[in-house]
């Protein structure tokens, strides 16, 4: 199971360290992963991984074109603020959701 983060700590913890490398793109779409693994825990902190569609993050963090999204979503793997783990076919052709991990920053 993956460890809770402090919702506090890591977003000033992200302020500091991506606010002046990143794009607006890349930071809107960081704060939807972030938002998503929020909306899914409980009190007891944020959970680290949470898995999402293409279709809803663009939504979420105002993102016109899915290859906007690619690129961004490359940005923050590069910099080291999340991980990804491309979905695919699952079980009788069934779409499986890519894998967002928020990486600790505090």
């Given at each position: ?41 409980h009190a007891d902190g944020v959970n680290q991984s ?57």
């Amino acid at each position: 199971m993956s460890e809770k983060l402090n919702y506090v700590s890591q977003m000033r913890a992200f302020s500091q360290k991506g606010l002046g490398m990143l794009k607006p793109a890349a930071i809107a779409l960081y704060i939807s992963i972030f938002r998503l693994a929020n909306e899914s825990s409980h009190a007891d902190g944020v959970n680290q991984s949470v898995r999402a569609d293409n279709e809803r993050l663009m939504k979420m963090s105002g993102i016109g074109n899915k290859r906007t999204l690619m690129t961004q979503r490359k940005s923050l793997v590069d910099a080291g603020f999340i991980k990804y783990e491309k979905g695919g076919r699952g079980i009788e052709g069934r779409r499986q959701l890519g894998t967002y991990t928020i990486v600790k920053l505090y």
